[in-house]
């Protein structure tokens, strides 16, 4: 059965300060890895995506990394803002056919504090 | 070029009522999926549809609930006779296979409350 387990599930950073989240799948056969970022009541948005043979991903003060041998995923955030406060959604998707089928993480809740 | 639309972004209904979202997928997007979303909690898979088939409904209750995606018009999840339990946001998503990247792009969401 495909999974993506997150961690932490929340975390509280102050304003200025960098964090990491993580990602752990089982997924097959995996195709690519997202990570989105979901605003309080809003829709999620993808942030950046990874396929088998990228390491890392920038993308503005947002940075991926995949390991597809341990399969693991990181964000890392750089000099977090207040608009940072928000879920991020690892999502990895694998290729059945002709489609893509993605398996959601259940995500981790980040909160900025000024 | 317009996103995915949702609409009613908020419906309001009793138990035993009827509710029908409807997801206007990206201009070119054949691929729809429905997800939902309770309150503190991640997004759970519903169901996978392209154009007039479904191509993967297990995240779905087998009953109450049902999803198209005509050759003409909006994608539509119909949940019968709702219940309290059915109260969540339900978000939608569509992607373009020729993409080749599967990336989803997702509607705002339908919160739907049952009193």
């Known amino acids: 059965k495909n999974q993506v387990e997150q961690s932490p599930q929340s975390l509280i950073i102050l304003e200025g300060k960098n964090c990491t989240l993580q990602?752990?799948?089982?997924?097959?056969?995996?195709?690519?890895l997202r990570w989105y970022k979901q605003d309080t009541g809003r829709g999620p948005v993808s942030l950046t995506i990874?396929?088998?043979?990228?390491n890392t991903k920038s993308n503005g003060r947002y940075t991926a990394t995949l390991d597809a041998d341990t399969k693991q995923s990181s964000l890392h955030i750089t000099a977090s803002q207040l608009s940072d406060s928000a879920s991020y959604i690892c999502v990895v998707s694998a290729r059945s056919g002709g489609s893509y089928i993605p398996t959601f993480g259940r995500g981790t809740s980040l909160i900025v504090h000024p | 070029n317009a996103g995915v639309m949702q609409n009613p972004r908020h419906l309001v209904r009793r138990r035993g009522q009827e509710a029908r979202l409807r997801c206007s997928p990206m201009k070119g997007h054949s691929h729809v999926y429905w997800y939902r979303q309770l309150p503190e909690e991640g997004l759970k898979f519903m169901v996978y549809l392209q154009k007039e088939n479904i191509i993967d409904e297990s995240g779905m209750p087998k009953e109450r609930f049902s999803a198209e995606f005509p050759k003409e018009g909006p994608s539509i999840l119909r949940i019968q006779q709702v219940v309290r339990g059915d109260s969540a946001a339900y978000f939608c998503?569509?992607?373009?296979?020729?993409?080749?990247?599967?990336?989803?792009?997702f509607g705002e969401g339908s919160r739907l409350t049952v009193l």
């Open positions: 990602c752990n799948y089982t997924v097959s056969p995996f195709s690519n």
């Open positions: 998503a569509s992607s373009d296979r020729g993409t080749n990247t599967g990336e989803l792009f």
């Open positions: 990874m396929t088998f043979s990228e």
